[in-house]
T-cell receptor, first 110, second 114 residues
Framework: QQKVQQSPESLTVSEGAMASLNCTFSDGTSNNFRWYRQHSAKGLEVLVSIFSDGEKEEGRFTAHLNRANLHVSLHIREPQPSDSAVYLCAVNTGNYKYVFGAGTRLKVIA | ETAVFQTPNYHVTQVGNEVSFNCKQTLGHDTMYWYKQDSKKLLKIMFSYNNKQLIVNETVPRRFSPQSSDKAHLNLRIKSVEPEDSAVYLC?????????????FGAGTRLSVL
């Protein structure tokens, strides 16, 4: 069964500095990964979808996937205080289910 | 822009009561889901429907029952709530297809069981 772990649990960065979030998974056969963001008391917003090893950029958000290392990361360029939220990694298990990590709580200070 | 609508936003009830949550999506998707998010933000799939047919039914207590009238609506009923049912219930929708199934979420229904 796919297990998804995220690190760090929480991260504080200064406005403008790069923020890097990590996600490891246990089953490397998946080829469908997504990063979501959840602001307090709101639903999830998809940021980046990535389906093959390498890099995928969506605006200030870049995902890196390395299935051999069972790792997918998210990098946020020039983070702003409005980017403060919980970031969730989601791995598709191939049967129309996603397994989510427990999230990284990001705080961006001005 | 919100396209997955959940009602109510919050619900407070007592142990043993019955509750119902509603979800509607206007994205034209053919698959809908219910997820439960606990106090530590961990999301777990409960059910998913494709064109009104149940396709995923995780191990959830039998007091939970999903109901789908058409592919744009998926409701969740909890008969006789328990304290451990306190959580945020998130509805989502997507297209059917491995590379297209980005989940779009509603804002959630926060349930508190006293």
């Amino acid at each position: 069964q796919q297990k998804v772990q995220q690190s760090p649990e929480s991260l504080t960065v200064s406005e403008g500095a790069m923020a890097s979030l990590n996600c490891t998974f246990s089953d490397g056969t998946s080829n469908n990964f997504r990063w979501y963001r959840q602001h307090s008391a709101k639903g999830l917003e998809v940021l980046v979808s990535i389906f093959s090893d390498g890099e995928k950029e969506e605006g200030r958000f870049t995902a890196h996937l390395n299935r051999a290392n069972l790792h997918v990361s998210l990098h946020i360029r020039e983070p702003q205080p409005s980017d403060s939220a919980v970031y969730l990694c989601a791995v598709n298990t191939g049967n129309y289910k996603y397994v989510f990590g427990a999230g990284t709580r990001l705080k961006v200070i001005a | 822009e919100t396209a997955v609508f959940q009602t109510p936003n919050y619900h407070v009830t007592q142990v043993g009561n019955e509750v119902s949550f509603n979800c509607k999506q206007t994205l034209g998707h053919d698959t809908m889901y219910w997820y439960k998010q606990d106090s530590k933000k961990l999301l777990k799939i409960m059910f998913s429907y494709n064109n009104k047919q149940l396709i995923v039914n995780e191990t959830v207590p039998r007091r939970f029952s999903p109901q789908s009238s058409d592919k744009a609506h998926l409701n969740l009923r909890i008969k006789s709530v328990e304290p451990e049912d306190s959580a945020v219930y998130l509805c989502a929708s997507s297209y059917w297809g491995p590379s297209q199934n980005t989940l779009y979420f509603g804002a959630g229904t926060r349930l508190s069981v006293l």
